[in-house]
């Protein structure tokens, strides 16, 4: 059996959000604070998935991938 699937947002979780929708391939503002260290931990123990309405819309998959990579 695999690792449990751990669920995340993009905005607003990973991504700080403070500047509000620039659209999906925008994505201006820095990390939540802790992120990096946080998701390096969580795969260890999870398949981590991110969601986000991004994800519909051309260039929001690359854009998330680019930030958290």
């Given at each position: 059996?695999?690792?449990?699937?751990?669920?995340?947002?993009?905005?607003?979780?990973?991504?700080?959000?403070?500047?509000?929708?620039k659209?999906?391939?925008?994505?201006?503002?820095?990390?939540?604070?802790?992120?990096?260290?946080?998701?390096?931990?969580?795969v260890?123990?999870?398949d981590?998935?991110?969601?986000?309405?991004?994800?519909?819309?051309?260039?929001?998959?690359?854009?998330?991938?680019?930030?958290?990579?």
């Amino acid at each position: 059996m695999g690792k449990p699937i751990l669920c995340l947002d993009f905005d607003g979780v990973l991504h700080s959000y403070s500047s509000g929708w620039k659209g999906a391939d925008v994505i201006p503002d820095a990390p939540t604070p802790g992120m990096a260290v946080f998701l390096g931990k969580a795969v260890e123990h999870f398949d981590v998935q991110v969601f986000s309405s991004r994800t519909h819309q051309p260039g929001g998959v690359d854009a998330m991938k680019r930030f958290i990579w």
